[in-house]
């Protein structure tokens, strides 16, 4: 009869870190399209689309960090979670996280328009980032604390694209690249805190640790499924040799 996660002893805390750390096999940095992109073997069109779409995710982040603080009693904790969300709004006339993002709209060949319209935003991202953000909000503010650990692995990436999109990628300004290289330092500052958070609040038993890991699964499947929503949206592909369908969407002017 296997032991049950209930009556096994939780994890050491340096255990339980590298628990967390091994989930990273399943990061977006994975995903067949984030390879190619770092390969530069994306067009131009799929490169915008990319961009069209994280953009729903990227104005989501504040909204779910609202969420955060909305169910946390904390003061200590919302002291510092709270810069997330000028990080991504800006403050006074600094550029936050979502102006920079529409700058890297610009450096791909997009207008202010086609990036903050939502228009060319799939279904499929909508639904993934969406579940993300109903997830802030209706769980325990230390599960969403948890779900931001996705951000352990988010400087390889970064790293990643400011250093092979300029290669790669030589028609995109840099000034598209802003973004990236602030979430360099902001991604590491966020993660110390988040983590802080999950290894003192999920290691009072196993199950609690084992539920730790199940919710970082749950956000790497919304980064993830925004990444197949993408690839979907913007690759030719074809079964059996017959073209995949995109849904065709009327817009009524
Ligand atoms: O730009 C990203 C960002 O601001 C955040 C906040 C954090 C969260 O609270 O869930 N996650 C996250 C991520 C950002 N960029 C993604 C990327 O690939 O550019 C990675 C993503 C993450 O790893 O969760």
Same mark, same amino acid.
């Given at each position: 009869?296997?032991?049950?996660?209930?009556? =096994?002893?939780?994890?050491?805390?340096?255990?339980?870190?590298?628990?967390?750390?091994?989930?990273?096999?399943?990061?977006? $940095?994975?995903?067949?399209?984030?390879?190619?992109?770092?390969?530069?073997? =994306? !067009?131009?069109?799929?490169?915008?689309?990319?961009?069209?779409?994280?953009?729903?995710?990227?104005? @989501?982040?504040?909204?779910?960090?609202?969420?955060?603080?909305?169910?946390?009693?904390?003061? /200590? #904790?919302?002291?510092?979670?709270? #810069?997330? $969300?000028?990080?991504?709004?800006?403050?006074?006339?600094?550029?936050?996280? $979502?102006?920079?993002?529409?700058?890297?709209?610009? @450096?791909?060949?997009?207008?202010?328009?086609?990036?903050?319209?939502?228009?060319?935003?799939? %279904?499929?991202?909508?639904?993934?980032?969406?579940?993300?953000?109903?997830?802030? +909000? *209706?769980? %325990?503010?230390?599960?969403?604390?948890?779900?931001?650990? &996705?951000?352990?692995?988010?400087?390889?990436?970064?790293?990643?694209?400011?250093?092979?999109?300029? *290669?790669?990628?030589?028609?995109?300004?840099?000034?598209?690249? #802003?973004?990236?290289? +602030?979430?360099? &330092? /902001?991604?590491?500052?966020?993660?110390? *805190?988040? =983590?802080?958070?999950?290894?003192?609040?999920?290691?009072?038993?196993?199950?609690?640790?084992?539920?730790?890991?199940? $919710?970082?699964?749950?956000?790497?499947?919304?980064?993830? #499924?925004?990444?197949?929503?993408?690839?979907?949206?913007? !690759?030719?592909?074809?079964?059996?040799?017959?073209?995949?369908?995109? *849904?065709?969407?009327?817009?009524?002017?």
């Amino acid at each position: 009869m296997s032991e049950t996660n209930n009556n =096994l002893q939780p994890w050491s805390r340096e255990e339980f870190e590298e628990k967390l750390r091994e989930k990273g096999r399943g990061y977006h $940095i994975y995903h067949p399209f984030h390879v190619m992109m770092y390969e530069g073997k =994306l !067009t131009k069109e799929q490169l915008q689309c990319w961009v069209a779409n994280r953009f729903y995710y990227q104005i @989501a982040i504040p909204m779910k960090d609202s969420a955060i603080l909305s169910n946390c009693p904390d003061v /200590e #904790v919302r002291k510092q979670w709270i #810069v997330r $969300i000028t990080d991504h709004d800006g403050v006074d006339d600094a550029v936050g996280g $979502i102006e920079a993002w529409i700058q890297l709209g610009n @450096a791909v060949g997009l207008t202010r328009e086609q990036v903050t319209s939502l228009e060319m935003v799939s %279904p499929g991202v909508r639904f993934a980032v969406d579940a993300y953000i109903n997830f802030a +909000k *209706q769980r %325990p503010w230390q599960e969403s604390v948890c779900s931001s650990l &996705t951000e352990l692995f988010a400087p390889h990436i970064h790293q990643q694209r400011i250093s092979s999109w300029p *290669q790669m990628y030589p028609w995109i300004d840099e000034t598209g690249l #802003v973004y990236f290289k +602030k979430r360099l &330092t /902001e991604a590491r500052r966020d993660v110390e *805190q988040g =983590l802080g958070v999950t290894l003192d609040y999920f290691s009072t038993s196993r199950a609690m640790q084992m539920k730790a890991l199940d $919710i970082l699964q749950f956000k790497l499947n919304v980064l993830w #499924v925004i990444a197949d929503s993408i690839m979907l949206a913007s !690759t030719t592909m074809t079964t059996e040799g017959v073209p995949y369908t995109r *849904q065709p969407v009327i817009r009524i002017a």
